[in-house]
Nanobody
Framework: QVQLVESGGGLVQEGGSLRLSCAAS????????MAWYRQAPGKERELVAV???????NYADSVKGRFTLSRGDFKRTWFLQMNSLKAEDTAVYYC??????????????????WGQGTQVNVSS
């Protein structure tokens, strides 16, 4: 089993930046994809960014050029640097991990492990 804990959410004005962190513990050797999802009120959960253990990355079109997913210590930590934030980025952000190298998960695909979520509010 893998446990994930997010941190770094908060309130920021449009145009500002936030950095989210995800800390993994447990059977981290089994992780082959590390991702960030988000869910806004009244909307379905959507993939924001994903990186595989092989280093491939994939970003949602809505965040390309503004968000950067990076990895830290082995598979223990990964981050989401969010710049030029917009009001529509307001959501609960979840880190997720999967045992497969899911670089392009289909909508509705359930990663194996999830964090509890961290709220990001962008004020206009």
């Amino acid at each position: 089993q893998v446990q994930l804990v997010e941190s770094g959410g908060g309130l920021v004005q449009e145009g500002g930046s936030l950095r989210l962190s995800c800390a993994a513990s447990g059977s981290i050797f089994s992780i082959n994809a590390m991702a960030w999802y988000r869910q806004a009120p009244g909307k379905e959960r959507e993939l924001v960014a994903v990186v595989t253990s092989g280093g491939s990355t994939n970003y949602a079109d809505s965040v390309k050029g503004r968000f950067t997913l990076s990895r830290g210590d082995f598979k223990r930590t990964w981050f989401l640097q969010m710049n030029s934030l917009k009001a529509e980025d307001t959501a609960v952000y979840y880190c997720a991990a999967d045992r497969r190298e899911m670089i392009q998960p289909l909508p509705g695909y359930e990663f194996d492990y999830w964090g509890q979520g961290t709220q990001v509010n962008v004020s206009s």
